[in-house]
């Protein structure tokens, strides 16, 4: 099941499905889905945009503006929005409700999107996401409803079924690619055998006139540890060591970006995941690159903008991170990595090493 095939029929439902789209569950944000149209002339969700709602007396005007600047490099042509603050409620029956706070964010941001040709075809409010909490239209209050059970939701489902977690938070998220300190300092420990070992190989190319076997090695040796990690296999420190010491090979790490379009596609991102959390500074910031690199590929922007964060924090003048970065931040559809991927597929096949693709009539087929 493809998220192309779940239809979200109320407000109720597109709410409960908002943390599967973001894979976690937002609070105090501004999440707007940006619409475009289909080819059967339906509309499907393009991307999902979350911003954090400004702490009380500051200015919301910049939100409409981000989202704009968005919409104006996505080709989109309507959204919905779903404000989340616990610090507000439904107005009316006696209630004192927040709903009207929000209520000129709403009309800023139509504003602003009616300049870019989009419509703002919906705009909600809820206090938090979860099963029976209370939504309301912002612009009608009197419309409202109850939102369903977000894990029960076809988008979860679906979420679930591609064998990706839900988590609870942004900082959950973030936390689960964080530094962990005792496994860093181990491979710390390996990583001047590693180099020296892999120093050792180069010079033995050299010596036999057969650079290439040497990327040849390096790649062999990155591959059975992904392996490994579509195994469920325990990666040791020392293993760790040797897959940061091979990426430093341009070679080998330009092919990650094919193994990206693969069968071993998520294998590859459980390791980057490993070595994020592993490596010292810089080596840290290429695998939070092809952590980033591979989010983003499958359409988790949300991952991909944690894992470029700590890419460039690791190494700010990390190119490809940057180009990334830039690319995340200006809505570059994911469709557009594939030029990176079918690189990579070729540097693999000069060096003869399987990668997990399909081969076709009309050559390499990357595999989504």
Request: include cysteine.
């Amino acid at each position: 099941m493809s998220s192309s095939e779940i239809v979200l029929k109320e407000p109720g439902h597109f709410i409960a499905a908002v943390p599967a789209m973001l894979g976690f569950v937002p609070e105090r944000s501004l999440v707007v889905a940006l619409l475009r149209q289909a080819p059967d002339r339906t509309h499907e969700v393009q991307l999902v945009a979350r911003l954090d709602l400004p702490t009380a007396g500051d200015d919301y005007a910049q939100l409409p503006h981000r989202i704009a600047d968005v919409c104006g490099r996505s080709g989109v042509v309507a959204a919905l929005a779903v404000i989340v603050d616990d610090r507000t409620s439904r107005p009316g029956e006696g209630r004192d409700g927040g709903a009207a706070d929000h209520r000129p964010l709403v009309d800023a941001l139509q504003d602003r999107l009616a300049g870019c040709d989009v419509v703002l075809a919906g705009a909600w409010g809820v206090s938090r996401i979860g099963d029976t909490a209370e939504w309301w239209n912002i612009e009608l209050p009197q419309c409202h409803g109850l939102v369903p059970d977000p894990s029960a939701s076809q988008v979860a489902a679906t979420r679930v079924f591609d064998g990706l977690a839900l988590r609870s938070s942004r900082e959950e998220l973030a936390d689960s690619i964080a530094v962990d300190e005792a496994i860093r300092e181990q491979v710390s420990a390996a990583l001047p055998i590693a180099v020296a070992e892999a120093h050792r190989r180069f010079v033995r190319a050299i010596e036999i006139n057969n650079p290439d076997a040497y990327s040849r090695m390096a790649l062999w040796q990155v591959m059975s540890v992904i392996t490994q990690a579509r195994d469920l296999v325990e990666i040791s420190p020392r293993t760790i060591a040797e897959v940061a010491v091979a990426l430093r090979d341009p070679a080998v790490r330009d092919v990650m970006f094919g193994v990206g379009g693969g069968t071993h596609a998520r294998a590859a991102e459980d390791l980057w995941g490993v070595l994020t959390r592993a490596l010292p500074d810089p080596d840290r910031a290429e695998s939070a690159m092809l952590l980033g690199f591979s989010a983003y590929l499958r359409g988790d922007g949300v991952l991909a903008g944690i894992a470029l964060e700590q890419a460039l924090a690791s190494d700010p003048e990390h190119r490809m991170a940057v180009l990334l970065d830039i690319g995340l931040q200006t809505a570059m559809p994911p469709a557009r990595l594939d030029k990176l991927v079918r690189a990579g597929i070729e540097a693999a096949a000069e060096l003869r090493i399987d990668i997990g693709i399909a081969a076709t009539d009309s050559g390499m087929e990357v595999l989504r």
